[in-house]
C-alpha cells in the first residue's frame, strides 16, 4: 500500500486512491464517494466504493475506508455509513470505525433520498 496515495476531494465528496508507484502516472485506482451531513449532526456519510477492477484485492478499498474514519476522527466527526462495503469494514475493524446511533443513520437515509444528488 505504500505506492496509494489518498486523497480527500470534499468538493466533490470524493476519497480518491491513487497509484504512485515508480514508473506510474497516478492513475486513481479506487475511491469512495461520500457526503457531508450537517444536521442535526455532523457526519461523512460514505454511499458507494470503487476499485478498479485491474487493482481489486490490493487492500485498497480498506485503506479508503480506513482513511475515511481516520479523517472523521481529526474532523470530530462521526461516520454513517450507507455503504455496504464500508458498513462490512466497519463490522470487521470496530477499534477503528466507532458505531452510531441507528437515528444518526436514519437521518443520513433521509437526506440522501431527499437529495440524490449527493452521489
Known sequence: MSDIEIHDDRDKGLL???DRAPGGDGESVGRIQY??????Q???VPVHT?????HEGKGIA???ARE???MAAREGVAVAPLCPFVVEWAARHPGEA???PDELLVDAREALAADPGKW
Open 68 to 70: 475515511l474514519y481516520a
Open 35 to 40: 457526503f457531508v451531513l450537517d444536521a442535526p
Open 50 to 54: 470503487v476499485v478498479e477492477p485491474q
Open 16 to 18: 480518491v486512491a491513487r
Open 42 to 44: 455532523r457526519a461523512l
Open 62 to 64: 480498506g485503506a479508503l
Open 98 to 100: 466507532p458505531s452510531v
